[in-house]
């Protein structure tokens, strides 16, 4: 098979190869944190793959920007164009998940960010803002605010899981607890926009547990894409490897899926990401030699042109101090 590069950052099954299509420019102006090429990427997904089998998830909406995207494909999508030809009538298609603020820093200081049009103070609800963006959507979303450790899934089928939530190992467990079970063996998509994050190592653990029950589809910058190739069962996701395998066992399913694919910054963060699973699990020491051996590796990105080979360094600079800082 061969695997399409559409841009950079973006390799994938030439099966969801297509959506570099031309796109509403409001999907590209909605504010938030994702990239242009992923916003593109689940507006296709919703648009051309979806066939009103089970339920689209968006968990981690923040102001919108995944959300109105995969409502705007499925607003042009045929299998939902024909009223009475998909069981989900009468019903929302997309159920939408948020915590509605970002934390404020613990030492009590002012962090402010802009997002496209908007000026966030961390602390401060940013609901208003995701319930005006998803205004013109409600008939297709149910959206859902709070902690997202209190919700349940009905046990109902899920055929596009987009998931920006696994900020913790809670989180990341609950997460997998409710929706794999639902996902439907040969036409779902299982979507992590923070797989190639490199502080997140328990998501490459437990996608690297659950390898049987899923083709890797590709890479659309910082998030990683599955389908679901056969039923996972309750009791298989009610083990956590995270919290409960050994460390050998992790490092395993960390580096389950293969990186030869990756260029060699999402290859660096994958690496910094074993580092913070060798402090969790392990020790220091082991951590920051895995570091050390890493920068050699890879010194050649941190002169990157433009702003990549800085963010290279930044990133993992700060992965050396954390380490120190919380293991040591």
Known sequence: MSWDRTAAGCICHPQISDFEIPTP????????????????????????KYKAQGFVIDAGSFMGSSVVALAQGLTENPYLKNPGS??????????????????APANGADV???????????????????????????????????????????????????????????????ITQQFMPNLLPDS???????????RLPWIKITMGYLAEYFEWYGQVFTTSIYKCTKKIPDHIVAYDPFTQASLDECLKYHDCYANQHLEDMFQLRMEISKA???GEKGNAVDALDHLDAVGKTFEHTFHDEGLRGMHNKNRYDRAVRQIKRKFQ
């Open 276 to 278: 913070y699973l060798l």
């Open 188 to 198: 779902s998509f299982f979507i992590n926009q923070d797989f190639f994050f490199d």
């Open 86 to 103: 998909n069981w989900l009538e009468g019903e929302k298609p997309i159920h939408s998940y948020e915590l509605g603020y970002l934390p």
């Open 112 to 174: 402010v960010r802009h997002f496209g049009p908007v000026t966030y103070k961390f602390g401060d609800s940013f609901v208003p803002t995701l319930k005006d963006n998803i205004a013109p959507y409600t008939e297709l979303i149910n959206l859902n605010i709070g902690d997202f450790n209190t919700f349940t899934w009905p046990k109902r089928a899920i055929e596009i899981c987009f998931v920006d939530m696994c900020k913790t190992p809670a989180l990341n467990r609950h």
């Open 25 to 48: 420019a409001h999907l590209l102006d909605t504010p938030g944190m994702l990239s242009i090429s992923e916003r593109k990427f689940l507006y296709s997904l919703a648009k051309s």
